[in-house]
Nanobody, 122 residues
């Protein structure tokens, strides 16, 4: 599975962005997908995941009620709608693919994209 993120950019606090992750490979629907982010000087942290069936989702407390993860298995796409953005949401956002069950732990993911930068100004 190859992953490519897009949709990052510069936005003012309170604004919105929609990140996309395009996946290649015919087994995409067997993978749970996660969004993680990494701020400068910090470790990669969990943001949200969605399971391979698109039934179960989960979010970090810091983004709950502001971010929404979704996927389209017919198009091999995963999305992260980010609303009410805050400066602390700034970082490089990565999508990851994990076979079968999702995880909060980035170390358990099998494939990663190169990331897309989100910069939220106050």
């Amino acid at each position: 599975v190859q992953l490519e993120e897009s949709g990052g950019g510069l936005v003012q606090a309170g604004g919105s962005l929609r990140l996309s992750c395009a996946a290649s490979g015919r087994t995409f629907s067997s993978y749970s997908m996660g969004w993680f982010r990494q701020a400068p000087g910090k470790e990669r942290e969990f943001v949200a995941f969605i399971d391979w069936r698109a039934i179960n989702t989960n979010y970090a407390d810091s983004v709950k009620d502001r971010f929404t993860i979704s996927r389209d298995n017919d198009k091999n796409m995963v999305y992260l709608q980010m609303n009410s953005l805050k400066p602390e949401d700034t970082g490089v956002y990565f999508c990851g693919a994990k076979y079968f069950r999702p995880s909060y732990d980035p170390g358990e993911y099998d494939y990663w994209g190169k990331g897309t930068l989100v910069n939220v100004t106050s």
